[in-house]
């Protein structure tokens, strides 16, 4: 290979590699896209890798629960075209993810909002750590956020149908599942991603199984692709937090 070419590849490559770059409540962080679509290392990367790779020009993207748009801001950043919808209901969070998508120059639409099995008010416990924040089912305490179903917004044209979805919302999983109920019987949404907390999820009084259960019974099956272990939201006994990827059988 000449010296042009070598030019001319690593110029290439550089081009087509992406930068995203996040402020946090942490300090700012910046994710790494390689032109192969890999990413710069962190805990969660195969999972947003395998969100890329899912993704098709012109797909819909939810990301509920998207705290300060990790997942949103790579998508966004990476593919353009993908037409990203992200849901935050902590109103600090929520500055912070408007923020990062004009520093990264993406048109996503934001709800500022909780998603759940019913609409309303509900109040947001503020744990130590900005990603932990969770909705409660008892007591006065916390930040109270509106409070909607995912078929709610979509049958009021809040936002388009998905096609992909993105569920990190400790705990109340299952509860935004169930507001989605019609969407996802509907057959339009072909993967939907869910971040399990095994100590969060008795909270909601549900369980990793009946999750997996509903999920079958949308024409979903469903996969592990990532596991993690991680301490209680009082730093106490580690367990293993769980990604469960649902495909929809037609789609395989």
């Excluded at 995912?150 to 936002?159: A, F, K, R, Y």
């Excluded at 509860?175 to 907390?197: M, N």
């Amino acid at each position: 290979m000449s010296a042009f070419s070598r030019l001319v590849d690593a110029v290439s490559s550089v081009v087509s590699s992406h930068d995203v770059r996040l402020e946090t409540p942490m300090g700012p962080r910046k994710i790494f896209v390689y032109p192969s679509g890999r990413l710069s290392s962190f805990h969660e990367k195969t999972v947003i890798e395998d969100v890329l790779d899912e993704l098709n020009a012109d797909d819909v993207f939810y990301d509920i629960g998207a705290n300060f748009g990790r997942y949103a801001c790579t998508i966004g950043v990476v593919k353009p075209d993908v037409q990203v919808v992200a849901i935050e209901p902590h109103p600090k969070n929520f500055e912070i993810l408007q923020s990062n998508f004009k520093r990264n120059r993406i048109n996503a639409d934001t709800l500022e909002c909780a998603l759940s099995k019913q609409s309303g008010k509900m109040r947001l416990q503020e744990e130590d750590h900005p990603a932990r924040h969770n909705l409660t089912t008892s007591g006065n305490e916390g930040v109270l956020v509106d409070v909607k179903t995912g078929d709610e917004i979509i049958e009021e044209n809040l936002s388009p149908k998905p096609d992909v979805i993105k569920i990190d919302v400790e705990g109340a999983e299952f509860d935004v599942l169930k507001g989605l109920e019609r969407t996802l019987s509907r057959g339009v949404c072909r993967v939907v991603y869910i971040e399990l907390h095994p100590f969060a999820l008795g909270r909601f009084e549900t369980t990793t199984e009946e999750i997996e259960s509903f999920l079958f019974e949308k024409g979903f099956s469903v996969d592990s692709i990532h596991q993690r272990k991680v301490t209680g939201p009082h730093d106490d006994e580690e367990q293993e937090q769980i990604f469960l990827k649902a495909t929809r059988e037609s789609s395989r």
